[in-house]
């Protein structure tokens, strides 16, 4: 038994994770319901799904870091969310997708990724109406891809883009698939808590064996350990503990190890080595990444140095070649998070890196093969040869393995080229523009049958082949040229023809563009860039369409041409036209030609600067500030934990706060701002409501009252003295008997006086006058519990959120019924709803169906989906937003949370743009924001809040950091809406005389604005200069002379004052 304390040479292999700055940040990832590991990694890139839907793919050099923009370029080629990807282990740039719009796609990335947005793909197979689970590349056979949709499996050929096999034996959903190392047999798990050994090429059924696995129908993974006879599967038992079991075929119906972890929802996406038998386990939602060795005795699982850090998205292992082999790294796992792509380098400890550790390194699996997917399923089985890490014996010496793009597997060999073949230009979206093929320069029509094919030839301009391409120059390239290569060549090419030709006479030109009406590369690509919503920023960038705007001749009047059907403009005619042109006339047209052009570049640089770093917010750095000890309301207790969650918890004015308490008859306590300090021991007084509290919501307009909902169905009012509670009361100063059922939350209305709004468990809202303690109307058409409901800042509509993921639009006084409606979160667990950038958007905050929390943003007018959806993290508390309408500010945080996180709410994309966000020193159980008017404008504080904790009650204070503070910052605070007073009386409100709210300067009396104090002439100078820039010569002249004359009249002395003043003796210096 020696072999049990052998130590292993990775026993101690250490998780080293980089610093931000060296990984991928500020990425979009969303929580995804797929089958795939949600990333993926060759030897060149990096690809994983992006944003909320996952319906694009972010492909990134494989050493990538930094910040990454929205504007990126992506691949747009699914409609619905992609749910595996994966390389080929033959061509680092060739790319399988698979979606849930039934599709798999082929993609090739180019050498230096991806320059632009790529909605064309290689190839396409479908799968019938059938949602696509996972994809992948066969081990040994070059251009043999499988796919797995339901209880199918096919497996397709790349080089003749058809179906070579297709089964569907499996009664149910087929969760994971691996191939065995050699290529001969597939190992799958399937939803119906089976494992199968499953051969394409075997006589009769494919599947050759059949095991019961994890007794549980949640997700399964299932890996191949090497080319040994084992299988590794991990799922989840019949309790739902998280299992790894590992199997050998020869013994296939019992498990030879099974090892329960804990009881955690994400499932354990398995990632082996097989050189080293590493294995990593990583959760999806987990934070932790385990390593495991796996050994072929007892224990079969020895347990490694554990990694704690971000939660999970999905996560990948890097080929073998792209590592660090000089610094004994033996593996990198690429952590998908919800932000951020996490490089994580294993390193194995060693006295020194200089030399190469072949002890660490045996040989691993090459990238070459001369297996195709003809020969593999005709019963042909070839290994991959094996390739050596040592840098002393690799192919090309010293130098890092090169990423081997290509040839690609479907090269053709008849010869022709097509314009597509050639420059891979993406077919605008919505097109159907047929493509010619072309030969030489002398083929101006297409073949007969010649379509657009869907896989691009690779092709290589060398001296021998002077005339590929059309090109007889012979360049002598021996590379492969990449797409703006190529794009850039063929525009030189055909701009002397584009220019050189007009009208109907145009035989050079067609020539040159193969067909009579053929447009140009650059007429091409602004048509797809103008349909193509990811190239519209990309498209002002381009110096092409300024060069040729420059270059263009002003055409001549019928009256000048030479002839009345020529389009041909002799030599002469130009230069007649130019000399009978004023000079002063011509300088003029010329400068307002290139302003215009100065001014349309400075323009859309202005654009695209903005979209790729990112909306510039004045709020960027906001700081939040919590107040000093001294303002803290101490020692609270007995705080009530049984609060609905449609109710905020905590409510604060300027005056007063009220807080629930626990225990029987629904207690509220009432604390004074203007006394804080330690609260004295005892009984608390407060209001007794006598059921239990719902909800319960200060006046805006009046300080002193407070309404409070009850489970009976009753609004309580209560008016509190000017010097607070003093004793527990049960005397309200009304009541209001709204509904027979529970009520699930009340609003005042932001306008209005005296106006009221109850929802209830009957899905009925009311609203009520609270002068006359009457019923006004009535709001239906909720099929389920509603969430919430906000009022626009006009106080004319309102809108609301439900769980039946509805989201209403309501005109209370003039339809009961919603009067739009849309599609809102999926989860059930609870939203939140309000109004922003002048009630033209909604943001609702929620949950999706894995239970992360999202932020969405809605057109108010179209609510059919979301213009763009923030997810943050997995948290059972809702999120509840605070919006400040003049800042445009959204701070939404939730209870038992201790960051409050801040958006910026645009009008245009990405819609949700992040600030600064504030992290508390503790939990907090609530955050209640004043009105504008309590805001300390002088030390630029835009938004002040409460904070409830567990045993105090704090002042949180947001600013903006600004060098010149004893200004008022009139960029900052706007003229605000008056919402601490009444604008209009229910009477006038029920009877439709709208009325909008004043505004009022937040500008403190003797305070300087910073607008008057930057105020500076530039800009009428601006004016002048145009207007003198068409001064004669010698007016130009004169003023010159003047100017010298003056200079030559004034003092001109080059002393400084220092040259008169005495140094210092070098004694002085030694004392």
């Known amino acids: 038994m020696a072999w049990r304390f052998k130590a292993s040479k990775y026993k101690n292999a250490a998780p080293i994770v980089p610093k931000a700055e060296a990984c ?58 992609v749910t595996d990807l994966k390389f080929s282990p033959f061509h680092d740039g060739l790319l399988a997708t698979a979606s849930q719009d039934c599709l798999v796609k082929i993609w090739h990335i180019p050498e230096k990724g991806l320059e632009q947005s790529l909605s064309d793909p290689e190839a396409v197979f479908s799968h019938k109406q059938r949602r696509v689970e996972t994809v992948g590349f066969h081990p040994t056979a070059d251009g043999l891809m499988y796919s797995t949709a339901a209880g ?35 190992a799958t798990s399937c939803k119906d808590k089976c494992v199968r050994i499953f051969d394409p090429r075997a006589a009769g059924s494919p599947i050759q064996m059949v095991a019961e696995s994890h007794q549980s129908i949640k997700d399964s993974r299932v890996v191949w350990l090497g080319n040994q006879s084992r299988i590794l599967t991990t799922g989840f038992d019949a309790a739902r503990l998280r299992q790894v079991i590992i199997r050998d075929i020869r013994n296939f119906n019992t498990p030879e190890k099974t090892l329960e972890l804990d009881c955690s929802t994400g499932i354990l996406m398995p990632l082996f080595d097989p050189d080293t038998n ?63 792509v996490i490089p994580i380098m294993y390193q194995v400890p060693r006295k020194t890196y200089r030399d190469f550790h072949a002890d660490l390194y045996p040989e691993t699996t090459g990238y070459k093969t001369e297996l195709i997917a003809s020969e593999w399923l005709n019963g042909t089985n ?77 092709i290589e301009i060398q001296k021998s082949e002077p005339n590929v391409a059309g090109n007889g120059n012979g360049n ?178 300027h005056e007063r706060v009220a807080v629930p308490l626990a225990g029987p008859g629904g207690k509220i306590a009432i604390f004074e701002l203007s006394r804080p300090g330690r609260l004295p021991d005892g009984v608390i007084p407060s209001l007794v409501n006598g059921s239990n509290v719902m909800d319960f919501q200060w006046d805006p307009f009046d300080a002193q009252r407070l309404a409070v909902a009850c489970d009976d169905g009753i609004v309580k009012l ?40 109850t929802a209830s468990y009957d899905m009925t809202i009311k609203l009520w006058d ?171 504080e835009f938004s002040k809040a409460y904070r409830l904790t567990n045993t105090t009650i704090e002042p949180l204070s947001f600013t903006v950091p600004r060098i010149k503070s004893e200004l008022f910052q009139d960029d900052l605070f706007p003229p605000t809406r008056v919402t601490w007073s009444a604008t209009l009386s229910a009477e006038d409100w029920f009877a439709c005389n709208d009325k909008s709210a004043a505004k009022v300067s937040l500008k403190p009396e003797g305070m300087d604005t910073l607008s008057s104090i930057q105020q500076v002439p530039a800009p009428v100078k601006k004016p002048e200069h145009t207007q003198f820039g068409n001064k004669s010569e010698y007016e130009t002249n004169k003023q010159q002379e003047i100017q010298k004359s003056v200079s030559a009249r004034m003092e001109y002395n080059t002393k400084l004052e220092q040259d008169d003043m005495e140094g210092v003796d070098e004694n002085e210096w030694q004392e």
């Open 770 to 940: 609270l002068r006359t303690m009457t019923e006004k109307c009535t709001l239906t058409g909720h099929t389920d519990q509603i969430f919430d409901f906000a009022w626009s800042p006009c106080g004319k509509l309102g809108a609301s959120v439900c769980k039946d993921g509805k989201i209403r639009v309501y005109n209370p006084r003039k339809s009961e019924t919603p009067i739009r409606e849309g599609n809102g979160p999926v989860g059930t667990r609870g939203a939140r709803i309000t109004w922003a950038l002048e009630g033209h958007y909604i943001v609702c905050t929620g949950f999706d169906k894995v239970s992360e929390r999202q932020i969405s943003v809605y057109n108010a007018q179209k609510l059919s989906a979301p213009l763009n959806t923030a997810s943050l993290d997995v948290s059972p508390s809702i999120l509840i937003p605070f919006y400040d309408e003049d800042s445009s500010t959204l701070f939404v945080t939730g209870k038992g949370d201790s960051t409050i996180y801040c958006y910026e709410i645009t009008d245009e994309e990405p819609y949700i743009c992040p600030l600064s966000h504030h992290r508390c020193s503790s939990l907090h159980q609530g955050l209640s924001f004043l009105t504008k008017n309590h805001c300390d404008v002088a030390s630029v």
């Open 278 to 340: 590493m294995l990593f386990l990583a959760g999806k939602g987990d934070t932790t990444i385990n390593y495991l060795e796996i050994t072929d005795k007892d224990p079969y699982l020895i347990e490694g140095l554990r990694h704690t850090g971000e939660q999970t998205k999905g996560a990948c292992l890097v080929p073998k070649r792209a590592l660090k082999v000089m610094e004994a790294e033996v593996n990198r796992v690429l952590q998908l998070t919800s932000n951020m």
């Open 476 to 653: 002598g390239v021996q590379k492969s040229l990449t797409t703006s290569e190529r794009r850039k060549i063929f525009e030189q090419n055909s701009e002397s023809s584009e220019n050189s030709t007009e009208g109907e006479d145009r035989t050079d030109a067609d020539l040159r563009r193969f067909s009579a009406v053929r447009s140009s590369i650059a007429e091409r690509r602004r048509v797809y860039e103008s349909r193509s919503k990811s190239q519209v920023d990309e498209k002002a960038q381009s110096p092409v369409p300024l060069r040729r705007e420059s270059s263009k001749v002003e055409p001549l009047k019928p009256s000048q041409q030479l002839g009345g059907n020529s389009n041909v403009i002799p030599a002469s005619g130009i230069e007649n036209k130019r000399i009978s042109v004023p000079e002063g006339k011509l300088l003029e047209e010329h400068r307002g030609k290139k302003s215009a052009m100065e001014a349309a570049f400075s323009a859309a640089s202005i654009k695209r600067t903005s979209t790729v770093f990112g909306k510039v917010s004045k709020f960027r750095h906001l700081k939040g500030t919590p107040g000093h000890k001294s303002t803290h309301i101490e020692n609270l207790r007995n705080l009530s934990r049984q609060i609905p969650g449609e109710c905020n918890g905590f409510h604060a004015n």
């Open 24 to 81: 991928v940040r500020e990425i979009c990832v969303g929580s995804y319901q797929t089958y795939g590991n949600n990333i993926a990694a060759s030897a060149a890139f990096m690809a994983f799904n992006w944003e909320h839907s996952g319906s694009s793919v972010a492909v990134l050099p494989l050493d990538d870091c930094g910040r990454k923009s929205k504007t990126m370029p992506l691949l747009h080629g699914h409609t619905d969310t």
């Open 152 to 186: 199918c499996v096919a497996l397709f050929d790349i080089a003749a883009q058809k179906e070579i096999f297709s089964n569907n034996e499996h009664p149910e959903v087929i969760q994971s698939a691996s191939w065995r190392e050699d290529g001969t047999v597939l």
């Open 382 to 458: 070839q290994a991959v040869p094996k390739m050596n890490l040592d840098p002393a014996k690799r192919e090309h010496g010293d130098e890092p393995i090169i990423p081997r793009l290509g040839p690609k597997p479907f090269s053709s060999n008849t010869g022709d080229v097509s314009f597509d073949k050639v420059f891979a230009v993406p077919v605008a979206p919505g097109s159907h523009e047929n493509i010619s093929t072309v030969g030489q320069d002398n083929c101006g029509d297409a073949p007969a049958g010649g379509s657009k094919p869907d896989l691009i030839v690779e």
């Open 718 to 757: 209560w008016r509190i003295d000017e010097g607070g509670l003093t004793e527990p009361t049960n005397e309200p100063q009304g009541e209001l008997t709204a509904h027979l059922d529970k009520i699930y939350f009340i609003r005042f209305h932001p306008l209005a006086a005296d106006v009221l709004l």
